[in-house]
């Protein structure tokens, strides 16, 4: 995990719009992030269940899938049951709107989409800000968020009653 967020924060550091050739790190920022969430969300669970692959999925006769692809459940799940993200992320539209308009777009399209902006600073003191069609997160915020999720993780994980 340190090598990731090693990464974020050189980009955070470079982040700087008064140089001549300014860099705009937000969606790599975002990116790594992600990534960095849906991992620790798999450690808390225990890693990839077979049953859960995403090559797994039961069709009613409409022939849509009714089970939501694991990685975007991944990801709702740490959202909605991190304490350091639940009051921005606080429902399953939010959680969803997020990885649907950030995550999906970002690692596959290179690109926000569904009226998604990242910002540096923006909202203050919030990591989430707007509704449906029209959010503004900060970067900033999500990565601080992030690191202290991390924080508790190795915290738990060096308290001896949680060893099995």
């Keep these: 995990m340190e090598r990731y967020f090693k990464c974020i924060q050189m980009l955070l550091a470079g982040d700087d719009k008064s140089q001549a050739k300014p860099i705009v790190p937000g969606f790599a920022i975002m990116a790594l992030c992600c990534l960095v969430a849906e991992t620790l969300q ?3 669970e225990g890693g990839i269940h ?5 090559s797994a999925c039961d069709y009613q006769t409409t022939g849509k899938c009714v089970r939501e692809p694991s990685t975007a459940r991944t990801l709702k799940e740490f959202l909605k049951n991190s304490c350091h993200f639940d009051k921005d992320f606080k429902n399953s539209e939010i959680c969803g709107d997020f990885s649907q308009g950030v995550r999906n777009a970002l690692l596959h399209e290179a690109e926000t989409r569904k009226g998604w902006l990242i910002e540096k600073t923006r909202p203050v003191g919030k990591i989430l800000n707007g509704k449906h069609g029209k959010y503004v997160l900060n970067r900033t915020n999500f990565h601080v968020a992030l690191m202290a999720e991390f924080e508790d993780y190795l915290t ?9």
């Design 156 to 164: 738990k994980l060096m308290d001896p009653a949680n060893r099995h």
């Design 42 to 44: 798999s450690f808390y």
């Design 50 to 54: 077979p049953s859960e692959s995403p």
